[in-house]
C-alpha cells in the first residue's frame, strides 16, 4: 500500500508542477477586429470640361465631367472629410481670388450644394476633422464651414497657406483665417505600399496618408481601406483622371505650367501612383475630380464599405 500511495502522491504534485507551464506555453489572446470603416463621396459641384485639358491625346472638342468633391470617411464613431469640395462662401471667394484672365478655365456650375449643406440635412453632428489634400481653391474652399474642426495638412503645405493668394492656387479667402485649427502632418510611420514613409491615422492600416509632392509642396495621398478589405487611393491633383493613370502621362502641358507648383515632381509622384496600380492591382485609385470614377461609386447619402 505504501509504495502505490507514493506513486499517487508523486502524480498529483507532477501535476500541480506542470499546470503553470502550460498555461504559459498556450495563452489565450483576445481576438483582433477589423475597425468599422466606410466613406461617402459629396458632390459639391461640377463642370464640363473640354478631354484634351485632362488626358493626354484627349479630344479638342468632347467634355468631359469633371466634380468638385468632399469625401465622408467613417471610421468607427468618428466622421472625417478629405478635402472639402466647394463650401458655402464659395461665389465670394470666387469673387475676391480669382483673377478676371483666369476664369474662362477654372469655372463651376452654380447651385453648389456644400459638404456641410448636405451633411446638416443628413442630420450629422459638425464634422470634427479634415484632411486636405492640398490647399488649393477648389478643395480648401469649405474648410470655414466647419469652424470647430481640426485641419490636417502636411507639414510642407503650410508654407504654400501662409503665402496663399489668388489664382488657380491658395486663397486668402479660403485659409487665411487665423482662427483655423491647422494640425501639420509628419509622416512617422515608416513605409506603405511603395511609400517610404507615411502616417497611419488610427494605427490599424486603415486611413494611411502618404506624401506626394509636386502639384503643390506638400500634396498627400490617403489610402483608405474599408470594412470590406477594399483599399482606395484618393490621389488629390496628381492626375485629374484616372485614364491619364493607365497611360502613365502628364497633364496638359499649359494646364500644368498654370496649375502644378513643380511639373517635374508631379510627374514623379504620377509614375509612384502607377507603379502603386502595377503592384497592387487590387486598390481603386480615386482621382479628386474624375467624375465617371465618382459616378461608379456613387454619391452621399450612398455608403462604399
Known amino acids: ?23 504559459q506555453v498556450a495563452p489565450s489572446s483576445p481576438p ?18 473640354v478631354e484634351r485639358l485632362l488626358v493626354p491625346d484627349g479630344s479638342y472638342t468632347k467634355k468631359v465631367g469633371t466634380n468638385f468633391s468632399a469625401f465622408l470617411v467613417q471610421h468607427n464613431d468618428e466622421f472625417l472629410l478629405l478635402d472639402t469640395g466647394l463650401g458655402d462662401q464659395i461665389d465670394a ?13 477654372f469655372k463651376y456650375e452654380t447651385p453648389v450644394h456644400s459638404a456641410r449643406q448636405q451633411l446638416d440635412a443628413a442630420g450629422f453632428a459638425p464634422i470634427s476633422k479634415i484632411i486636405l489634400s492640398h490647399s488649393h481653391w477648389d478643395h480648401a474652399s469649405g474648410v470655414q464651414d466647419f469652424p470647430q474642426a481640426q485641419v490636417m495638412v502636411a507639414a510642407d ?5 501662409a503665402h496663399a493668394g489668388g489664382g488657380g492656387g491658395s486663397w486668402v479667402s479660403q485659409v487665411g483665417n487665423p482662427s483655423i485649427h491647422w494640425a501639420p502632418v509628419a509622416f512617422t510611420s515608416g513605409p506603405y505600399k511603395g511609400y517610404s514613409s507615411s502616417l497611419d491615422l488610427y494605427g490599424d492600416a486603415s486611413v494611411v496618408l502618404v506624401p506626394m509632392p509636386g502639384h503643390t509642396q506638400g500634396s498627400l495621398g490617403v489610402f483608405v481601406t474599408v470594412s470590406s478589405g477594399k483599399c482606395y487611393f484618393f490621389i488629390g491633383d496628381v492626375a485629374w483622371r484616372l485614364a491619364a493613370l493607365q497611360a502613365d502621362a502628364p497633364k496638359f502641358w499649359a494646364a500644368s505650367l498654370i496649375v502644378d507648383n513643380d511639373a517635374a515632381q508631379t510627374l514623379d509622384s504620377l509614375r509612384q501612383v502607377h507603379a502603386v496600380m502595377r503592384q497592387y492591382p487590387e486598390v481603386s485609385v480615386v482621382p479628386a475630380h474624375d467624375g465617371a470614377v465618382q459616378d461608379a461609386l456613387g454619391y452621399f447619402p450612398n455608403w462604399v464599405k
Open 157 to 161: 503645405e503650410m508654407q504654400a497657406i
Open 32 to 49: 483582433t477586429e477589423r475597425p468599422s470603416v466606410r466613406f461617402s463621396v459629396i458632390k459639391t459641384s461640377q463642370v464640363a470640361v
Open 93 to 105: 471667394q470666387y469673387q475676391r481670388d480669382m483673377p478676371y484672365w483666369m476664369r474662362p478655365f
Open 1 to 23: 500500500m505504501k509504495p502505490s500511495l507514493s506513486l499517487g502522491l508523486l502524480f498529483c504534485a507532477a501535476a500541480l508542477l506542470a499546470a503553470p507551464v502550460l498555461a
